[in-house]
């Protein structure tokens, strides 16, 4: 493995005012995003060739206010669930039938593995789709879930619910980016929080959403 980028010091407020990051400020971010960018973040964790069928699926990257700052929610799946045992993740999972938008998708997986109601989501936007080593292109849709709130945690699949401070997450002093075995392909890492450790395509999610917002 090797570092592709040693982190930089830590700017006062990274270059943005605490008071810009406003709901309306996120909203207008992602909406410019999604005019100027292409279908997917031009990053693929698999090579891609045209035998390979990727499946829908979508994913909620949920925002909460509270002690003055923004906060990004996250979870940990459990040892019982099929894949990505033990691994941090955003709710979310993959495309039922009949669901014709990522937004019906994953409102429908935070309501089943966090028990979030989706009329308590206030959809800020979406972020350009990611496809992950599991073969699957992935929307990232991002919501505001009211603070505080009773998440009702689905035992099976959801080990804890957690957050990160969104200023955290954006200080680069807090992660590293590393090359794989192939040099057109990277993993992001983060210091471990709270005693939770986020890397690979949540990492990478976050990061996308963090340079959206002009925090990187």
């Given at each position: 493995?090797?570092?592709?980028r040693?982190?930089?010091?830590?700017?006062?407020?990274?270059?943005?005012?605490?008071?810009t990051?406003?709901e309306?400020y996120?909203?207008?971010?992602?909406?410019?995003s999604n005019h100027?960018?292409?279908?997917?973040?031009g990053?693929?964790?698999?090579?891609?060739?045209p035998?390979?069928r990727?499946?829908c699926?979508?994913v909620?990257l949920?925002?909460m206010?509270?002690?003055?700052?923004w906060?990004?929610l996250?979870?940990?799946?459990?040892?019982r669930?099929e894949?990505?045992?033990?691994q941090?993740?955003?709710p979310?999972?993959?495309?039922?039938e009949?669901?014709t938008?990522?937004?019906?998708?994953?409102?429908r997986?935070a309501?089943?593995?966090?028990g979030?109601?989706?009329?308590?989501?206030?959809?800020?936007?979406?972020?350009s789709r990611m496809i992950t080593?599991?073969?699957?292109?992935v929307?990232?849709i991002?919501?505001?879930i009211?603070f505080?709130?009773a998440y009702?945690?689905a035992?099976i699949?959801v080990?804890?619910?957690?957050?990160?401070p969104l200023?955290?997450l954006?200080?680069?002093?807090?992660?590293?980016?590393?090359?794989?075995n192939?040099p057109?392909?990277?993993?992001?890492?983060?210091?471990p929080?709270?005693g939770?450790?986020l890397?690979?395509?949540?990492a990478r999610?976050?990061v996308?959403?963090?340079k959206?917002?002009?925090?990187l």
């Open positions: 493995m090797r570092l592709l040693k982190p930089r010091p830590r700017r006062s407020i990274n270059f943005i005012d605490m008071n990051l406003t309306e996120i909203r207008q971010r992602l909406l410019e100027n960018q292409a279908d997917t973040d990053y693929a964790e698999i090579a891609l060739h035998e390979i990727l499946k699926a979508a909620l949920p925002l206010y509270f002690q003055d700052e906060h990004v996250y979870t940990r799946r459990t040892d669930v894949s990505h045992k033990g941090v993740s955003f979310g999972g993959a495309c039922d009949g669901e938008t990522p937004e019906q998708t994953a409102l997986e309501d089943e593995e966090i979030v109601n989706p009329a308590d989501v206030k959809v800020l936007g979406r972020l080593i599991s073969k699957y292109r929307s990232p991002v919501g505001v009211p505080p709130y009702k945690v035992g699949e080990a804890r619910v957690f957050t990160i200023m955290w954006a200080n680069r002093n807090n992660f590293w980016e590393f090359t794989l192939d057109d392909r990277s993993v992001i890492a983060y210091h929080y709270d939770e450790l890397w690979g395509a949540t999610m976050t996308n959403f963090l959206v917002l002009g925090l």
